[in-house]
């Protein structure tokens, strides 16, 4: 029978609705039930394509024995971090203060004050690896909330005070400058990986708002190292089994430093920050490599993550059934040598394994290989590429017959702002007028269904029925970010007007003094801690999504409030810029767009007119950092930049500004590609 999350739309939660396990979904009422019964609370935190969850799930949450003794001696919530990033990111910081380490399934115990006394991630249904069994947990915290209730309150109550007791150092007043910048980048290229490409050892995530920080640099600087930094990472991956060498996409990270061995899942904010920084290494470099993992790229967030309703998934699990009946991680992607002869045939299946390095004795599980692009298969001039474009047609068909992971489908804000800004960019930058279309079908979607009548965000939906929890920050500024890049490739000043409505619910609603911001707004539900957190992980923390936006909205419309906020914000990567630069990538990719002014671009003309459009054209394709461009006829009041600009000699011109200062209009592309570059 079902239980009560057969009612949520999460799909993480909707895939424990039949779980023996009488779960509740984050609640008062939850809580409320826990006191009425005087038993602790089981919390278990997680979401739908994480590999370990499922595995907990199995061996646990869908066992008998083990879900009588949770409804006996606990309510049992279930959170979809997804969902709830800040339920989540407040045990998860409770847990990695308590053990050193997190991540997901997490498991907390809690009173029903919501007070954590117990954590744990992960727990096996019999002991192993020194990690006793989650039976031996549960009996373990029963027997000390039935015995021990004056310890259990004392240690809860420590743990929140401790929690409660953490501030940010702000290093100091003022905005990160040369100085930071340059420590930051020396930290970078001490933790940098020459040999195999990204930061650090396994596991290996894309480290994608840092090459976003590399590739600024460059562009500002000139500084080569940081741009080979940048572009042979960018390469690695390329080549590696991370990115799906027949679909296109990213997935999560790779178990080993050599991004051989990818955890399968794929993530829609992966793949919309990766797109993005291909394209930008395009932009920069002219990479036909680059240009071609864009363009996949984008084409797999259409192709696989495109909701009926427009908007783009969250993710694709991991695991598939591998054709006997289990489910298998991978097993959707991977091949044996047997697997490609019997589609390809053996003369092109020798072909393919030397080309994607498939060997016989594997680089999965199983006798299994991930396809990848080693150099030495690197198509030589005058090598057969029509017959590589059959191989992967006819693997990519034979992949198609498989039994495909599962997906997603709920909407996230933030992540669709930030596939917004990717589609819209790569749409621009390759004649790919498609690919724009969706980033507006996408924002026009959010517009209609995740912004309230106040411009107040719902932070997810689905099946077009918005969702109940409200937008964290990372939601406003990521959605704002998407409707300012598409405001920018399209000329429409639309999306300008309703990146400030959200950018005036940030001000009003999550800054604090000092320049600091909360991920939570002012009047959200209280936890036992306000989560705060400015750097950048999986992608650009609220934070600093933040300060990019609002920056990019001042150079927009010359708004001092929004200027002085982003510098506020600003000031924490001063502080951890040059301590720890992979951890917040995006706030000094932000502080470069604030060195370089940023620049603010306007071109005037009709757009029907060649010369309007080519001057148009080299303002996007500026690596300039942060540039913004506004486009349409003079005295437009689709943006504020237009205003008293006029045509030059009745033609179309382009004026660039920055620090209060302005060039002389041009209406030659060229000189205008100069200017930008200088």
């Known amino acids: 029978m079902p239980n009560r999350l057969a009612h949520e739309t999460s799909p993480y939660l909707l895939q424990h609705a039949d779980n023996p396990v009488d779960w509740w979904p984050w609640s008062a009422e939850a809580f409320e039930e826990a006191r009425r019964r005087d038993v602790p609370v089981l919390l278990s935190v997680g979401y739908s394509s994480c590999h370990w969850c499922h595995v907990m799930a199995h061996e646990s949450f869908e066992d008998d024995t083990t879900a009588a003794y949770v409804n006996d001696h606990f309510v049992a919530v279930k959170v979809d971090r997804e969902e709830r990033p800040d339920v989540d990111a407040v045990y998860m910081e409770a847990v990695q203060a308590a053990t050193g380490q997190g991540g997901w399934p997490m498991t907390v115990f809690l009173t029903p004050d919501a007070e954590p006394f117990y954590f744990g991630t992960y727990f096996p249904p019999e002991s192993r690896h020194g990690m006793p069994s989650f039976g031996d947990v549960l009996d373990g915290v029963s027997r000390a909330w039935t015995e021990r209730r004056d310890e259990v309150g004392e240690v809860a109550g420590k743990i929140v005070k401790d929690l409660s007791a953490r501030s940010l150092a702000f290093g100091g007043d003022g905005v990160p400058g040369e100085e930071e910048l340059a420590q930051a980048l020396l930290g970078l290229t001490r933790e940098y990986d020459a040999t195999r490409g990204g930061f650090g050892g396994a596991p290996k995530f894309p480290p994608s708002m840092v090459l976003e920080f590399l590739l600024r640099h460059y562009a500002r600087t000139g500084a080569e190292g940081a741009l080979q930094m940048a572009a042979d990472t960018c390469e690695a991956m390329a080549r590696g089994g991370i990115y799906d060498q027949l679909g296109g996409g990213f997935a999560r990270y790779s178990v080993d430093r050599d991004w051989v061995v990818p955890h399968f899942e794929k993530m829609l904010y992966d793949n919309a920050l990766l797109c993005r920084v291909y394209a930008h290494l395009w932009r920069a470099t002219g990479s036909d490599l680059a240009r071609r993992v864009a363009l996949e790229t984008a084409d797999f967030l259409v192709r696989e993550l495109r909701t009926p309703e427009g908007g783009f998934a969250s993710a694709l699990d991991a695991d598939s059934d591998d054709g006997t009946g289990r489910h298998v991680e991978g097993a959707y992607y991977v091949w044996t040598p047997a697997q490609l002869a019997e589609v390809l045939g ?43 474009a059959s191989i992967k047609e006819r693997l990519l068909a034979a992949r198609d017959r498989r039994e495909r992971p599962g997906r997603d489908d709920k909407i996230v804000a933030a992540w669709n702002g930030l596939a917004i800004a990717a589609l819209a960019e790569t749409g621009a930058f390759f004649d790919r007028p498609d690919l724009v279309e969706r980033a507006t079908e996408a924002a026009d979607l959010l517009v209609r269904l995740h912004m309230g009548t106040d411009a107040r965000l719902a932070r997810t939906s689905k099946d077009g029925q918005a969702g109940a929890n409200a937008g964290v920050l990372e939601d406003y500024a990521d959605v704002a970010e998407g409707f300012l890049a598409l405001a920018g490739v399209t000329g429409e000043g639309v999306w300008l007007e309703f990146a400030g409505f959200l950018l005036d619910i940030v001000l009003d609603q999550f800054v604090a003094e000092g320049g600091a911001l909360y991920d939570t707004a002012h009047d959200a539900e209280a936890l036992i801690r306000r989560p705060q957190d400015p750097t950048d992980n999986a992608a650009p923390s609220g934070w600093t999504a933040a300060a990019g936006a609002l920056l990019s909205y001042a150079a927009h419309t010359g708004s001092e409030a929004h200027r002085s906020a982003a510098e506020g914000a600003l000031g924490v990567v001063k502080a951890l810029g040059p301590r720890a630069p992979r951890f917040i990538g995006w706030g000094l990719a932000t502080a470069e767009a604030l060195l370089d002014g940023p620049r603010e671009i306007a071109v005037v003309g009709a757009a029907d007119d060649d010369t309007a459009q080519a001057l148009r054209r080299t303002a996007l394709l500026a690596p300039t950092p942060g540039a913004v461009v506004a486009f349409g006829a003079p005295d437009s009041e689709e943006f504020p930049l237009l205003k008293d600009r006029p045509l030059v000699d009745g033609g179309a011109a382009a004026y660039v500004c920055r620090h209060f200062t302005c060039d002389a209009p041009t209406t030659d592309p060229a000189e205008l590609a100069r200017t930008l570059s200088r």
């Open 346 to 388: 053996e003369d092109d299946a020798a072909h393919a394994a030397a080309h994607f390095g498939v060997t016989e004795g594997g680089t999965f599980e199983e006798g299994s290989s991930v396809l990848q692009l080693p150099r030495s298969a690197e198509t030589e001039p005058g090598a057969d590429a029509d017959r590589i």
